[in-house]
């Protein structure tokens, strides 16, 4: 069976993922703070807008800047994108559950969800673990049905802490996350602007691949310093 990908409009993250980003299936990108998360969702944006197609965005961190988007894509291509900034978890969880609806009136070629654990973070706390758990779940299941239905990526970010017990970075959410993103991408700093992108899981590539690419105002480009696979 034929894989079919998206590009993401940045040649060494093309590169990298043999084309792009898979269609059917939720790809996490994760990372600390400043790691280039954002960008990277607004490189994707970017190429599709930039394309005539529509991009569904769900902001949850007030992050999407319009401005850097128009240095990518110009300032027209901002008509294809369909906006959508929750300000808590409940609002989050109506903005995916009338995913199906909007998709339907726009026909998307990607959805994105920057970031899919801001606001969960904020209510994931004492007796209320469990059914905000649940809830995490439920959204990312209905993600994972829209990229299978429509046959699209969808393109979420996930936040990070420090995992004392395994002395590295644990997603926020855990096994909600691992279970539903058929691909994980792990961003760390590098360099000043240049960053890492390394493969964590995915069904048809390598775990522990990487690369490295570089954010300028044109977007996500080839690094100078560090280039190719590690």
């Known amino acids: 069976m034929k894989v079919e990908r998206l590009s993401s ?3 060494p993250i093309d590169s990298f993922l043999k084309g792009g980003l898979e269609k059917g299936l939720v790809t996490n990108v994760f990372g600390e703070s400043g790691s280039g998360k954002t960008n990277f969702c607004v490189q994707v944006a970017a190429e599709v807008a930039s394309d005539g197609d529509k991009v569904i965005y769900i902001d949850t961190e007030k992050g999407f ?3 850097r988007f128009s240095q990518i894509a110009g300032r027209d291509a901002l008509d294809n994108i369909v906006l959508n900034e929750p300000i808590d978890f409940e609002q989050q969880e109506e903005a995916i559950e009338s995913l199906k609806e909007i998709a ?3 026909n998307p070629e990607v959805v994105i969800v920057d970031s899919m654990v801001s606001l969960y973070r904020l209510q994931a ?3 209320q673990i469990q059914e905000v758990n649940q809830k995490l779940s439920q959204q990312f299941s209905k993600l994972a049905q829209i ?3 429509y046959n699209i990526p969808v393109v979420v970010t996930n936040q990070v802490y420090t995992s004392f017990d395994k002395d590295d970075i644990e997603l926020v959410g855990r096994d909600v996350p691992r279970y539903w993103s058929k691909c994980l ?3 760390s700093n590098s360099d000043e602007n240049v960053r890492e992108i390394e493969i964590e899981k995915h069904r048809s590539m390598p775990e522990g691949e990487s690369t490295s690419f570089e954010i300028t105002d044109e977007g996500l480009v080839e690094a100078e310093s560090k280039g190719g696979l590690f």
Do not use: C, M, N, V
């Open 147 to 149: 990229a299978r239905e």
């Open 65 to 67: 800047s319009p401005e």
């Open 104 to 106: 339907e009136e726009h």
């Open 185 to 187: 991408l792990k961003l």
């Open 9 to 11: 409009g940045s040649e």
């Open 125 to 127: 706390k004492g007796d």
